[in-house]
């Protein structure tokens, strides 16, 4: 009886213990699977890009449309307020947009808001473009992609003669520029041309605003068929768009969104985070932190902590660089210098090896970025400061290595050379005397009495060759 009554006990804790796990895996099934969409799908998602598009916005962009899509929801509106940003991140956007199963609207807003440069691009790969009163667009001119400026000849405008027709009929403008700048601007010409032809949008315009930086105002870009609304807010965004056929997905579709309830999806901990890493200055930060934690940690084996902090901090900087447009003959020349500058450390050149050094750092960290967009150059001010501070910690290091090369030596047999001691018993050439608090055997080749000082000259094994002590040391 009582066996029989411990295993039903065992078969009755058997199946809570599945039931359990059942429930547990139904709860986490619930978890992942997106919400449903209130009211069938009857809501905007509205994401926010506010300033410089890099790799941080380009990441929101691509996870917001992600989400609205997985949800059902019926639009996005995409509010725009940028000056431009990174090319690269620019076009993981518009494909983000393009491939967008759920209608795109991008909207510069609020008023004073402007779509400069690499916003220009996205509201004419959006679904629908919209402006709000009091905004602008336009100046998307590709600057220094491709090199830094000031390496070509410049033209003046009026000494230059239209080289023909291209094969959309528009007479280019003349390029000003070096061939490097005519290669970057012709393919913006031909990607902006070919966003709006994607979207029924004004061609020439586009070609304009790339090559002479046009711009215009919200009124203006619809007169141009550049956009297709002016809308005061996101309400009346959706009541104007309400009814409009647009393609998506090589489909038309046809927007049912009056009074559609918006909810903002705001930038979370990751867009924060891959913002703050993303920053050149911040990177370069890490990259120096982690190098000279590794050095200390190869100097000092089992501290750990500059290890251990020092290989994150690495990782993270060359996890930063990686999506940013990095020239590798500026990060080369960046890790040559770490590399010169810890050298003079170990074998102190008189300042060679540290001065070369700096030089190849600061170099190296003016030209790592390639981009010609300002929020992501490398601060001047930040790499002399990190040179300045990398140059006095090597020749402080210099300067106590050298010290202690030349001090006297605390440790061992050699320590003994030059040691006082006294005399306890001699007899003829040997004796003992006491130094360094201990008794020695000692030899010398002058005759000596107990009492006497001496001074240790050699250490024979565990015999002490001693002279005796010059008077005016013996005090």
């Known amino acids: 009886m009582t066996s029989h009554g411990t295993i039903s006990r065992r078969g009755a804790v058997g199946r809570g213990l599945v039931h359990l796990c059942l429930l547990v895996l139904a709860l986490g099934l619930a978890a992942a699977s ?27 962009v691509r996870r917001g449309l992600a989400e609205a899509a997985a949800s059902g929801a019926a639009i996005v509106v995409l509010q725009m307020d940028t000056p431009g940003g990174l090319d690269a991140s620019m076009r993981d956007i518009i494909r983000a947009i393009i491939a967008s199963p759920t209608p795109v609207a991008s909207y510069v807003a609020p008023g004073g808001a402007r779509a400069a440069s690499a ?21 998307a001119t590709p600057v220094q992609i491709g090199g830094p400026p000031g390496l070509a000849p410049q033209e003046p405008p009026d000494k230059a003669a239209p080289a023909g027709k291209d094969e959309a009929g528009a007479a280019p403008a003349p390029q000003r520029g070096g061939a ?22 004004n061609a020439d315009w586009g070609e304009e605003a790339v090559r002479e930086a046009a711009s215009l105002d919200a009124r203006a870009a619809l007169e141009a068929n550049v956009i297709d609304l002016v809308a005061v807010d996101a309400d009346d965004l959706l009541a104007q768009v309400d ?10 579709r046809t927007l049912r969104t009056r009074g559609l309830a918006v909810e903002v999806a705001p930038p979370d901990w990751r867009h924060g985070l891959l913002a703050a890493i993303t920053n050149p200055n911040v990177a370069l930060i890490l990259m120096m932190i982690g190098v000279y934690g590794l050095i200390f940690e190869f100097m000092n084996p089992g501290t750990l902590y500059p290890g251990v902090i020092g290989a994150i901090c690495l990782l993270v900087g060359f996890y930063a660089l990686a999506v940013l447009p990095v020239n590798y003959a500026g990060l080369a020349l960046i890790l040559l210098g770490v590399a010169l500058m810890a050298a003079e450390a170990f074998a102190p050149s008189f300042g060679a090896l540290g001065l070369g050094g700096a030089a190849a750092f600061v170099l190296g960290g003016l030209i790592l970025i390639d981009t010609d967009t300002a929020e992501f150059e490398v601060s001047l001010a930040l790499l002399a400061g990190m040179a300045v501070v990398s140059l006095a910690f090597i020749l402080l290091a210099a300067r106590l290595a050298l010290g202690a090369h030349r001090r006297r030596v605390a440790t061992g047999r050699e320590e003994m050379i030059g040691e006082s001691g006294k005399v306890q018993d001699w007899n003829g050439a040997g004796g003992h005397v006491f130094a360094h608090g201990e008794r020695w055997r000692a030899v010398s080749s002058g005759p000596l009495a107990p009492g006497d000082r001496v001074r240790v000259q050699a250490v024979e094994g565990l015999t002490l060759v001693v002279a005796p002590e010059p008077p005016d040391d013996s005090r």
């Open 34 to 60: 997106p919400p449903p969409a209130a009211d069938g799908g009857r809501r905007a998602v509205l994401l926010q890009v506010d300033g410089v598009i890099g790799p941080a916005s380009a990441d929101y």
């Open 119 to 139: 916003g220009t691009y996205i509201l004419y790969a959006s679904h629908v473009a919209a402006m709000a009163p009091g905004t602008n667009l336009g100046a």
């Open 180 to 201: 490097m700048e005519a290669k970057a601007t012709n393919d913006a010409v031909a990607y902006i041309r070919a966003l709006a032809r994607l979207r029924g949008r």
């Open 243 to 252: 009814g409009r056929t647009v393609d998506v997905a090589g489909e038309p």
